[in-house]
């Protein structure tokens, strides 16, 4: 009688018997035998962070400019706050018993300027779990909405709920400012989804065990929670704060006062005032003063001029404008942009103002009928000059894109 080369059991014992060229196995071997190999691929793949070569800030910020142009300043903060954090993970407990505490980050800069793209680009290099989440889906317990626990549980998913790593983790937390308190004024309703998630926000950006819901709280309330001790995990946080600029002027004129008031004026760079930020004008744009504290290292991004976009449209490595041609590659079709198509493009984005991501609308309105027509007329070549791109940019009607 057949029976399982590995357990002995006979046919008549197991549910399923599968035959092999010398052998038999049985489904419960089977199983055992896939539990085996998870573990072990799971042991395998994670990486120990002794083993790790650390890269020094200066080897970090060069891997960021080969995807985002300009931004040295945030750049330079980021690879720090990375760096910083792998010496965290890495400390040794020592005699002196000094803990380096961890140093969240705020990134304020406008729509467009590259605070996400910064955070995908550094997740790429990463070797602990990181994820990015969005503030605006963020609602006080209880209301309809995400809790704040959720942006753990994108963590847990991102480390595939190895608890140990998670708490080792980055966190990117994407509009920040609009979970800005709605008004000064007190409101007989509550402030669900400006204050109250700030308030919610504190413990987690601070340190502290959070218990996890590990598929979401509200879909699954009898879900077995998950401890996790934010205490090592690193906070990013990005937002465009728009209208920000005002605040920041009205603190440089009140500010200046006595005979070198006209002096200081003058120094005052008043197309980039968001080079001047400082904790009160994010108080006085609605965080609360406890978030603030937490979040201690302030960068801004700074608005990109017309080199800074012409340099995006062709230099890092997943250009706008490569990736048309990687596009049209496939199909076999060579794609080439003259010089004065590149420049009518960036004209179009500033004046639309919408930073970087107008580069990529105005040229998907100037491609669109290429990438239509091309794969099945036949033609092997392409070329975008000024006329080209103008006609089908009037054609598209985009001009709904223009900020005021």
Do not use: W
Not at 17 to 23: D, N, R, T, V
Not at 36 to 61: A, F, W, Y
Not at 366 to 376: C, K, V
Not at 381 to 388: H, P, R
């Amino acid at each position: 009688m057949d029976k399982c080369s590995f357990c002995g059991r006979d046919k008549k014992d197991t549910n399923l018997l599968i035959a092999g060229i010398s052998g038999h196995i049985c489904d419960s071997c089977i199983e055992q035998a896939y539990a085996i190999v998870q573990e072990e691929s799971k042991i395998n793949s994670n990486l120990d962070l002794h083993e790790l070569t650390l890269l020094k800030p200066m080897e970090i910020k060069a891997f960021l400019d080969q995807y985002v142009i300009g931004q040295d300043a945030a750049k330079k903060y980021l690879s720090v706050a990375v760096y910083n954090h792998y010496k965290r993970l890495l400390q040794e407990d020592d005699e002196e018993e000094i803990e380096i505490e961890k140093s969240n980050i705020i990134l304020v800069g406008e729509t467009g300027t590259g605070k996400t793209l910064l955070a995908k680009t550094i997740a790429k290099m990463l070797h602990v779990p990181f994820t990015i989440v969005d503030a605006t889906v963020l609602t006080e317990a209880g209301y309809v909405g995400e809790d704040i626990e959720s942006i753990l549980t994108r963590l847990l998913q991102a480390s595939d709920y190895d608890v140990e790593a998670a708490e080792k983790g980055i966190v990117f937390i994407d509009e920040i400012d609009k979970i800005a308190r709605k008004s000064d004024n007190p409101s007989i309703t509550r402030d669900v989804s400006g204050e109250g998630v700030q308030q919610g926000l504190l413990k987690l950006l601070e340190g502290s065990i959070i218990n996890v819901p590990p598929q979401g709280g509200r879909k699954h309330p009898d879900q077995k929670m998950i401890p996790v001790n934010t205490k090592n995990v690193l906070f990013i946080c990005g937002g465009a704060f728009d209208g920000i600029q005002r605040k920041i002027a009205q603190r440089l004129n009140t500010a200046v006062v006595g005979f070198n008031a006209s002096k200081v004026a003058e120094k005052v760079d008043q197309e980039n005032f968001l080079q001047y930020i400082a904790p009160q004008d994010l108080k006085s744009f609605g965080l609360i003063p406890e978030i603030i504290g937490r979040l201690p290292v302030l960068t801004y991004l700074e608005p990109l001029d017309r080199a800074a976009l012409r340099s995006i449209l062709t230099e890092p490595k997943n250009s706008i404008i490569k990736q048309y041609n990687k596009l049209f590659s496939i199909d076999d079709i060579e794609l080439t942009f003259e010089e004065t198509a590149l420049e009518y493009i960036v004209d179009k984005a500033l004046e639309y103002k919408l930073g970087a991501r107008g580069l990529r609308s105005i040229c998907e309105a100037i491609m669109m009928d290429a990438m239509f027509e091309l794969p099945t007329s036949g033609e092997k070549s392409v070329l975008i000059d000024a006329k080209y791109a103008a006609s089908k940019l009037e054609k598209a009607n985009i001009k709904h894109l223009r900020i005021a």
